[in-house]
Nanobody, 121 residues
Framework: QVHLVESGGGLVQPGGSLRVSCVAE????????MGWYRQAPGNKRHVVAF???????TYADSVRGRFLISRDTAKNMVYLEMNNLKPDDTGVYYC???????????????WGQGTQVTVSS
């Protein structure tokens, strides 16, 4: 069993900063990629930032230059540092990971339960 557990959401004023964290728990062979998605009320879930084992990272246009994704591979964690936050950044932030749990099966796609980030004055 693999679980992704997020933490660090909350309420922040526009222009403020916040960091959300995610840890992969359980038994697995390797983590191929980890990242963050956001879902605002009434909207679909969209990728915010993603990082792969190769080191390649991608960002949504709306957050590039303000958000920074990083990984601690030894701790099986991924972080999203969010700066200069705007009301449009509000939503539930979900951790996502591509994880190999067995050499006999393809990697699987895993999701955390989400953490709420609200940007409001």
């Amino acid at each position: 069993q693999v679980h992704l557990v997020e933490s660090g959401g909350g309420l922040v004023q526009p222009g403020g900063s916040l960091r959300v964290s995610c840890v992969a728990e359980g038994s697995f062979v390797s983590i191929n990629a980890m990242g963050w998605y956001r879902q605002a009320p009434g909207n679909k879930r969209h990728v915010v930032a993603f990082t792969r084992e190769s080191g390649r990272t991608t960002y949504a246009d709306s957050v590039r230059g303000r958000f920074l994704i990083s990984r601690d591979t030894a701790k099986n964690m991924v972080y999203l540092e969010m700066n200069n936050l705007k009301p449009d950044d509000t939503g539930v932030y979900y951790c996502n990971a591509e994880i190999l749990t067995s050499l006999l099966r393809p990697s699987g796609d895993y999701w955390g339960q989400g953490t709420q980030v609200t940007v409001s004055s």
